[in-house]
């Protein structure tokens, strides 16, 4: 997989070529890979029943805490909102685990919001912690483990619907954040060479060469202002 800067670079050097002065900035060139790669991705897997591979796929990080409600219900939520997921295949596809080795071994199993209320309650299950994401936007978890309370931050793999807004939230395995222009942008490699294609052929023709069409000796072209 090709990283943020590496595709970025890409198309912005195939642009030089076709001009000397590209006024065409690595952060325009960012924003339409992040445009063009939700285009590709629903293109390929809105109609199709297969799995999305994982390197489509975003980690973030987030830190989890107990929190009372107005009805003295105690809840186990993350702090932090949590980014939009793209549900092309289902939210079943989210993964959580534990950051740090203590919670490793509990199975982390998605429900729908509706169904939180039920699940978790059987002593027979309690090395299961179900999640599911709510209208708050938060993280919610639920397990029969107490245990479980402790847990202090967990990650979350997903397909995410605006990757530069969920940067914020990024974070390597061990939990730590990420330059996310280093990171491997969120795109399986068959579809990297048509993302860079595609950002280019867009941008292509807003770019202004000035041409020598003057059949005689001069460098008429030398006479052009660059600026």
């Not at 619907?161 to 330059?179: F, I, Q, R, T, Y």
Request: aromatic share 8%; net charge negative.
């Amino acid at each position: 997989m090709a990283t943020w800067n590496e595709i970025a670079y890409i198309i912005q050097d195939k642009l030089k070529l076709k001009s000397d002065d590209s006024s065409v900035t690595i952060d325009h060139i960012v924003f339409l890979m992040l445009q063009y790669r939700t285009i590709l991705l629903e293109r390929k897997y809105k109609d199709q029943k297969n799995s999305i591979p994982t390197s489509n796929y975003q980690t973030i990080c987030v830190d989890i805490e107990l929190d009372t409600d107005c009805n003295n219900i105690t809840q186990v939520r993350s702090i932090q909102n949590i980014p939009s997921f793209t549900n092309l295949k289902g939210n079943e596809s989210i993964k959580v685990s534990a950051i740090g080795d203590l919670f490793n071994n509990l199975e982390y199993v998605y429900t729908s919001i509706d169904r939180l209320p039920y699940v978790g309650n059987n002593k027979w299950l309690r090395n299961i912690i179900y999640f599911t994401t709510a209208t708050d936007n938060k993280l919610h978890l639920k397990s029969q483990n107490h245990n479980f309370k402790y847990l202090k931050r967990v990650s979350i793999a997903g397909m995410l619907d605006n990757p530069k807004e969920a940067l914020a939230l990024s974070c390597d395995v061990n939990g730590n954040p990420c330059d996310y222009m280093e990171t491997k942008f969120p795109l399986e490699s068959s579809l990297v060479s048509v993302l860079i294609d595609t950002v280019y052929n867009s941008l292509e023709g807003t770019i202004y060469r000035p041409e020598d069409d003057v059949n005689d000796a001069s460098d008429n072209l030398s006479k052009v202002p660059t600026k």
